[in-house]
């Protein structure tokens, strides 16, 4: 009995690896082709982090942020481990995206109506500017477009 529990186990962790796996991959295509086609840049570097936990990317003078560069860190949860997931989700609540424009930056004071819920951190400094948020599943389209026409709208 006891057997017949751990091999049930085992298919359940095997099933939920190669899901979350696919979720995952998915997901990360979909966010890297709609900041593509959002920040339309000259050349782009991605570094793939654990194989399916995210990316990280450089958008080399993109034409829609005044030809700065644009470095890009999309940190999913790791939905193809079930036995770390939830402590994940409890730390992180999501997934989330870092963007850091560099160039000398001066942000308006407060965040688009849209964005102001999702926003975790936003960094100004003299070079750079770094902006946090939570990046909802179903639908991140009109979250990034909002970000980006944000940080177009940056002197």
């Known amino acids: ?3 017949l529990a751990a091999l049930g ?4 962790l095997i099933l939920v690896f190669y899901r979350g796996q696919k979720t995952n991959l998915a997901f990360a295509h979909q966010v890297a082709l ?3 086609t ?3 840049p000259e050349a782009v570097k991605y570094l793939w982090l654990g194989g ?3 990316f990280q990317a ?3 003078r993109p034409r829609r942020l005044g030809h700065r560069d644009l470095k890009v860190t999309l940190l999913l949860l790791p939905r193809h481990t079930l036995l770390y997931l939830p402590i994940a989700w409890w730390r992180h609540r999501g997934d989330r995206i870092l963007l850091t424009l560099h160039g ?3 942000l308006p004071e407060s965040p688009p109506p849209g964005l102001h819920p999702l926003l975790r951190r936003v ?3 003299s070079r750079a500017c770094t902006v946090e948020l939570r990046l909802p599943r179903n639908h991140p389209e009109p979250v990034l477009r909002s970000l980006i026409q944000w940080l177009a709208s940056c002197s």
Do not use: F
């Open 9 to 12: 186990a085992t298919l359940l």
């Open 104 to 106: 000398p930056v001066s």
């Open 58 to 60: 450089l958008y080399h």
């Open 34 to 36: 709609l900041l593509e």
């Open 38 to 40: 959002l920040t339309q």
């Open 52 to 54: 399916v936990l995210g």
């Open 1 to 3: 009995m006891i057997l």
């Open 123 to 125: 960094d100004k400094e």
